[in-house]
């Protein structure tokens, strides 16, 4: 029988420390939700005792996600680990995942301790853990530039506390697939109680390797547990990408023979919703999600595909849930065809009012736009989700005029609490004009850090998505706004980005 290789997704823990993808806790939620349909078996939620944000965002995913085990990690002290285990508390099933650094450069020169120290906090943490749970990871931090017989010292004693999962870190990414499958090998051969814990690799892409340097801790160090993020969102170059993972391990079975709980056909789903929470754009060329990873441009591709598909593709498009960007629905879809391609699409959405308000968004857009894809639901569905009855600003209506060679000009109405504002400014063309009419009003003094633009579908009729990032007072929030006018799109994003700046819940940027 194969063995089953454990999907660990850190999306919204190492894929938040990627700077700017910091998310609010509904959204960890929705994520958390869509990680759930996605079938991965442990989510990491976050870092319980880096910020109070974090924390309740823990806390509502071990209360709202059932299925998964749900982890916090820690540093190896007794302060973080209670608070880890405070918010994992509603968990069905918890996780606590502990660290310590054991390279001699981050011994010595960011921890400031002598390995001794090191060990002897590594052991009292996983003890301390133990008492919380009787599943705890512990990871060595700089595993892959750490000294082998250290590491050795320190894994068997962690182990010997009642560690269950030992993750093998390339935290910045310096490891190359031989050497790191290899190295992982030689640890689980020569520790003796090895096989009392289960191997995890953890990887990060600075050299473009983290995948493979992945699936050479499975394939040769024998690892049967990966940690990912969708998309590979991470830090500076980013973490091993899940969906590669997958799709690698489920289409070369021949090679890997290993099961994964994966439903593959909520991959592209979940990469959409976290490129949309968090305003990463996913490159065209990207495997798997790519906008063009299925597309067949040459002639004697084309043909090929059209003889037998398997001349040219080794995954079905539709087995990562990409649909044909066929027209779904138009202006005279009832709300049951609705409801039912929402479903088709794995979109869950938590209550009738919630569906009555994106079906309304919908008819809406149909007024607007003829053809309504796939994409386009999602993004009301999106917008939907990101509006609460209480924010504080709300758009109301834009006029907005452009003419060659004038400056741009814009009238904004608006909501601020429980009154309506009329905004008029000037801009250098018609985006700048409309950002600084609701600025007349606001001044909100935050940093503009990120302003992208994306065409949903395809066509001059699609709707632009429009993400935008602000920054103020060691805060960083995404605001995403959908429209077939990429002016009220720009607009929209922008108010939402205000809203979450002014709600109170937000927290402060997690970065460890
Ligand atoms: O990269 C890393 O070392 C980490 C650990 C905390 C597991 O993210
Ligand atoms: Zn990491």
Redesign the pocket.
């Known amino acids: 029988m194969a063995d089953k290789l454990i999907i660990f997704d850190?999306t919204l823990r190492?894929g938040e420390q990627s700077p700017g993808a910091s998310m609010t806790r509904d959204e960890k939620v929705r994520i958390a939700r869509q990680l759930e349909r996605l079938k991965v078996d442990v989510i990491e939620a976050g870092f319980a005792a880096a910020s109070p944000g974090d924390f309740e965002s823990i806390k509502a995913i071990a209360a709202a996600v059932r299925e998964p085990i749900i982890c916090s990690?820690s540093r190896a002290n007794d302060r973080d680990i209670s608070r880890a285990a405070e918010a994992l508390e509603k968990a069905q099933r918890k996780r606590i995942?502990t660290?310590i650094a054991t390279s001699p450069l981050h011994m010595e020169m960011k921890l400031r301790m002598s390995p001794d120290q090191v060990l002897e906090q590594a052991i009292q943490a996983v003890r301390f853990a133990r008492q919380f749970t009787d599943d705890v990871e512990f990871?060595p931090?700089?595993a892959s530039r750490s000294d082998f017989d250290f590491l050795c010292r320190v894994i068997e004693a962690v182990i010997k506390e009642g560690a269950t999962t030992i993750?093998f870190?390339d935290?910045v990414g310096y490891g190359v697939p031989e050497l790191y499958g290899n190295t992982l090998k030689r640890l689980r051969e020569t520790i003796p109680n090895s096989d009392k814990a289960i191997w995890s690799v953890?990887c990060?892409n600075d050299l473009g390797m983290a995948v493979a340097n992945s699936l050479a801790g499975v394939m040769i160090g024998g690892a049967r547990q990966v940690?990912c993020t969708i998309n590979g969102l991470g830090e500076r170059a980013g973490n091993t990408a899940l969906e590669e993972i997958v799709m690698a391990v489920r289409t070369r079975k021949d090679h890997f023979n290993l099961d994964i709980g994966i439903d593959t056909t909520q991959i592209v789903a979940t990469s959409k919703m976290v490129s949309q929470i968090t305003g990463f754009a996913v490159q065209p060329n990207k495997a798997i999600v790519g906008a063009n990873a299925f597309a067949h441009a040459s002639g004697i591709h084309q043909d090929g595909i059209l003889k037998a598909r398997n001349t040219y593709e080794i995954m079905r498009a539709e087995d990562v849930g990409w649909s044909a960007n066929k027209i779904v629905l138009g202006k005279l879809s009832g709300r049951n065809a609705f409801k039912q391609r929402l479903q088709e699409l794995g979109i869950a959405l938590e209550s009738e009012t919630e569906v009555n308000a994106a079906f309304a968004r919908f008819k809406d857009l149909a007024d607007k736009k003829a053809e309504i894809f796939d994409e386009d639901i999602m993004a009301v569905v999106a917008e939907e989700e990101h509006s609460h009855d209480a924010d504080h600003y709300r758009l109301v209506s834009i006029s907005q005029h452009s003419e060659t060679g004038e400056r741009s000009s814009a009238v904004v109405v608006m909501t601020i609490g429980d009154r309506e504002k009329s905004c008029i400014a000037q801009g250098n063309g018609a985006v700048d004009a409309i950002v600084n009419a609701i600025e007349s009003e606001v001044k909100s003094e935050a940093e503009l850090l990120l302003f992208s633009i994306n065409a949903i579908t395809a066509g001059t009729q699609s709707q632009g998505e429009v993400t935008i990032r602000l920054s103020k007072a060691g805060r960083i929030v995404n605001g995403v706004g959908a429209d077939p006018d990429i002016v009220v799109a720009s607009a929209k994003a922008y108010i939402s980005a205000l809203n979450k700046l002014h709600s109170k819940v937000e927290k402060l940027n997690p970065q460890i």
């Open positions: 850190t190492d990690l995942h660290f990871s931090e700089d993750n870190a935290t953890h990060h940690e």
